[in-house]
Nanobody, 123 residues
């Protein structure tokens, strides 16, 4: 059974950097769109970034210029490099995978999701 597992979260101060990783197992996602979402306390899950198999990337306006998504298909892994972190970036971060097509920022609950990793940014 396919599974996504995130890692790399933690507690950092504002201005610091973190790199999240999400490794897939159980199947290959080389042709899939891979994405990162986040959910802050009391808020809905929100799109952060996604990357197509071609390498084309998409970002939420709130993270453009600070976050970078990348993928290593040989390792079945997607990364999220987060720089210049702000307290408002505090959230549980989830990775997701779905077949290509449609809007790059829209993932369904029926797609593949990881269990999430906590990122906390202190001021």
């Amino acid at each position: 059974q396919a599974q996504l597992v995130e890692s790399g979260g933690g507690l950092v101060q504002a201005g610091a950097s973190l790199r999240l990783s999400c490794t897939a197992s159980g199947r290959t996602f080389s042709s899939y769109i891979l994405g990162w979402f986040r959910q802050a306390p009391g808020k809905e899950r929100a799109f952060v970034a996604s990357i197509q198999w071609t390498g084309t990337t998409y970002y939420a306006d709130s993270v453009k210029g600070r976050f970078t998504i990348s993928r290593d298909s040989s390792k079945n892994t997607v990364y999220l490099q987060m720089n210049s972190l702000k307290p408002e970036d505090t959230a549980v971060y989830y990775c997701a995978a779905r077949p290509p097509g449609g809007s790059a920022s829209e993932f369904r609950l029926s797609d593949y999701w990881g269990q999430g990793t906590q990122v906390t940014v202190s001021s």
